[in-house]
């Protein structure tokens, strides 16, 4: 009874310290792209090195899907697609210098997949159609999986 009484009081010190931890926390607020319509559907992921990388559109005239990454100098801005109606997006990065972002081409209908190279210099990129049988890829979720030397895409949608 001792242990499971111990037990549930460091649970219970926890759950009420660790809110206050949080919020103790000094944040590091940047912004990354602007000024204008920039940011929607953005999605983030951490590298091995804990760099940021984040996948975003820019909303103008046309819809501009954007990757932004910092690598330790500073933030790098890459415009990968545009069309007249792109949609949500996700990000996923391996541990060997590989971007994935899954996206929406709404004015198409369709799932598609930008990948390329942030730890290169004009790493190059391309861009695939995954699926565009039907209305697809609203709402979608990419993940790596740790098969081989870098991750395989699974994207959700």
Known sequence: MRKVLTVLCAALV?????????CALDWNIQTVDGPGNVGWYCSLALDTSNHPHISYLHSAANDYLKYAYNVGAGWN???LDQGPSLGCTDIAVDDTGHYYIAY???????LKLALGRYDQPGG???LITVDSVGDVGTYLSIDLDTFGLHGLPHISY
């Open 77 to 79: 801005i890459d415009t």
């Open 14 to 22: 926890t759950w009420v310290a660790l809110p206050s931890l949080v």
């Open 124 to 126: 190059g990129g391309s």
């Open 104 to 110: 929406e081409d709404v004015q198409n209908a369709d």
